[in-house]
């Protein structure tokens, strides 16, 4: 009898939690995540109150006059920037040292120096009001059009960093693997 009675308990939690991963899937599946209420539609436009930053440190104020097109660039740098940094903290709590690289230093540096100095520029000058307003409507767009290529140059900058993160992380493991294998015998 209690042979049965454990049979029926074995039975009804597999069933459970096969039914549970189940619907986890079906929901995955779907692309909506269970108990959150608030639907993100990622085509809408963006506005400043709905943007949030992980890493980056930007002035608010000087992301308005933004294309919407620059602002969905910043916020993919930010996540970006945010896996690197959480890759980086993972080094650390490891407990073992990076070298920065002449690459990184850099990429810091126009992320946390010249990026704001740039979208400050930017602010002012699409805060200046002139008599001719197609002149000014030209230098805005002039300006827009000089900050593409420095957003583009930081977002390859970041893609090439995680790229090769990635790389020394798969070698990482191809050697650990060799390793392994050339001791079974």
């Known amino acids: 009898m209690s ?40 085509n809408a436009p963006l506005t400043l109150s709905t943007v949030s930053w992980q890493q980056l440190n930007l002035n608010i104020k000087h992301l308005k006059h933004l294309p919407e097109q620059q602002l969905r660039q910043l916020q993919r740098i930010d996540k970006k920037v945010h896996s690197y940094q959480t890759y980086q ?4 709590a490891q407990h073992k040292k990076s070298v920065v690289t002449e690459q990184q230093f850099i990429l810091h540096k126009m992320l946390h120096t010249r990026l704001p100095e740039m979208l400050a520029s930017y602010h002012q000058l699409a805060n200046i009001h002139t008599s001719a307003q197609h002149v000014s409507n030209e230098k805005k767009a002039e300006a827009s059009e000089l900050l593409q290529p420095i957003l583009d140059n930081i977002e390859q900058r970041l893609d090439c960093l995680l790229e090769q993160i990635e790389t020394q992380q798969l070698q990482a493991l191809r050697v650990m693997n060799h390793y392994i294998d050339s001791h079974d015998d």
């Open 3 to 42: 042979i049965l009675i454990g049979i029926g308990v074995v039975t009804m939690v597999t069933t459970v939690y096969l039914g549970r991963k189940g619907w986890q899937a079906l929901h995955k599946a779907v692309g909506i995540t269970p108990g959150v209420l608030t639907y993100q539609d990622y």
């Open 89 to 92: 903290k993972e080094l650390e």
